[in-house]
């Protein structure tokens, strides 16, 4: 390496940091001068290296007490991401009033607005990869949909529903194997929209399938996939543990002997909470479990609050729950 | 011996150094060498530190053949600091001997 060379180096890498050019200007004068005079001790540029030291090596005690560029623009970011993040809760206030005020009918959408608040935490502080983040935005990018598009605005509730069919079928497309991601989101995707078409065509009277029974029967084309889904998820089970196996099982059990004993099935399915409840419990650190839970514990009690006691209309506030235990957690 | 001990030791070595007479980066590195087993490396940084504290004061000498140096003298600001370095350091040194040499009260 030459002296050149050296000081170029050694400026590439003061250049990282936050100082004063005239600091900078002053390491690299110094190096020159104390290059030199070693040259005039007839030492070699290697031996005169040695003395001075690398310049990563000299870095680090050279920018003492300075920060990296990269460093203080993070820092910035993450402050201003973190104090929109703490506004959302005033803007997502503001919007229900207005929307529910201002809007004919407001009231029945305006609750969505809440769902802002862990969507701008994911999508200004969430996952790095576009692709989890819109996993993580999927189920309420889903809701909205549903809810605000499809059932109130044009009565689709059925098969309105098939829009949370996204969750999986972009949660499928994070998985490391292509094949895995072409059998699960690819299976689930053709798989709905074959589903879809023999629902409306029946519907329309083109194939004759027995009215009672076509949803019923229509919703056996999910079983390739779930297969293969229930094949991924049962490898995982039986490297993590039987509890995981004995509780589908059991929920499984539950689930038909509550719908069919009792006419349950829209709330039935709450049983198979069980399973993530478990693995919170059994996995997540202590202090961070009741946040973990907040989510299961909102959807069961909307569920039941709307169904047994007929308050769909208000049920919803229980989804508040969520963001005031992580604030109360000190999240 | 802790990287921050030996930082701090070595300072004090090179306020010590430049106090006696005032001298050059080389010299300074060279000197701290034949008597010191320390990582070169580490020494002009410190001289950096220690003038932005303003315990060393710097000028140029230009020289007719050779680069020029840039030369370090001791502030009175530093000498007051190598002053209390030093009472500290015979202080230290008294504590450690004491417990080394085992005359200390064993309750």
């Keep these: ?331 | 011996m802790t990287t921050q001990l030996k930082k701090g030791i070595i300072e004090l070595c090179v306020l010590k150094i430049i106090s006696d007479e005032p001298l050059s980066g080389v010299h300074v590195i060279e000197r701290m060498k034949e008597m010191l087993n320390v990582n070169e490396n580490t020494v002009y940084p410190i001289l950096r530190r220690l003038t932005a504290q303003d315990y060393f004061r710097t000028h140029t000498e230009k020289s007719e053949i050779g680069a020029p140096k840039k030369v370090y003298t001791l502030t009175e600001h530093g000498q007051n600091y190598l002053a209390k370095g030093l009472l500290e350091w015979k202080d230290f040194m008294k504590d450690v001997s004491t417990i080394l040499g085992g005359h200390y009260d064993k309750k």
């Design chain 1, 1 to 331: 390496m030459t002296k050149n060379n050296y000081l170029t180096f050694l400026q590439t890498l003061l250049d990282e940091y936050v100082m004063d050019n005239q600091i900078k200007e002053d390491i690299i004068k110094d190096y020159d001068s104390l290059w030199l005079q070693y040259e005039e001790l007839g030492m070699d540029p290697q031996s005169i290296i040695s003395k001075l030291g690398q310049p990563k090596d000299i870095i680090g005690e050279l920018t003492e007490g300075y920060i990296k560029k990269e460093t203080k623009l993070y820092y910035k970011k993450k402050s201003f991401n973190n104090k929109l993040i703490a506004l959302t809760p005033f803007i997502a206030l503001v919007l229900f009033f207005l929307i529910g005020f201002l809007v004919p009918n407001g009231f029945i959408y305006a609750w969505q607005t809440f769902l802002l608040i862990p969507m701008s935490a994911i999508i200004l502080e969430g996952p790095k990869k576009n692709l989890e983040k819109l996993t993580a935005l999927s189920p309420f990018i889903a809701l909205i949909i549903f809810f605000s598009i499809l059932g109130f605005g044009f009565n689709l509730w059925h098969p309105g529903w098939m829009i949370f069919l996204i969750i999986p079928i972009i949660g499928g497309l994070n998985h490391p194997s292509i094949l895995k991601r072409v059998l699960i989101s690819g299976g689930l995707f053709v798989t709905a929209i074959l589903y879809l078409m023999i629902d409306q065509l029946s519907s329309f009277g083109v194939i004759q399938i027995n009215s009672n029974v076509s949803l019923p029967y229509s919703l056996f084309v999910f079983i390739p996939v779930l297969i293969v889904i229930l094949y991924e998820w049962l490898k995982n089970i039986l490297k993590n543990g039987w509890m995981y196996l004995i509780l589908l099982v059991i929920s499984t059990a539950l689930y038909f002997y509550i719908s069919i004993e009792f006419n349950l099935w829209v709330i039935s399915w709450l049983v198979f909470f069980s399973i993530p409840i478990y693995a919170i419990m059994k996995q997540a650190p202590k202090k961070d479990k009741i946040i973990a839970l907040m989510p299961f514990i909102s959807t069961s009690l909307f569920m039941i609050l709307g169904y047994f006691f007929n308050v769909w209309a208000f049920a919803w506030l229980v989804f508040l729950l969520i963001p005031v235990v992580a604030i109360i957690q000190g999240k």
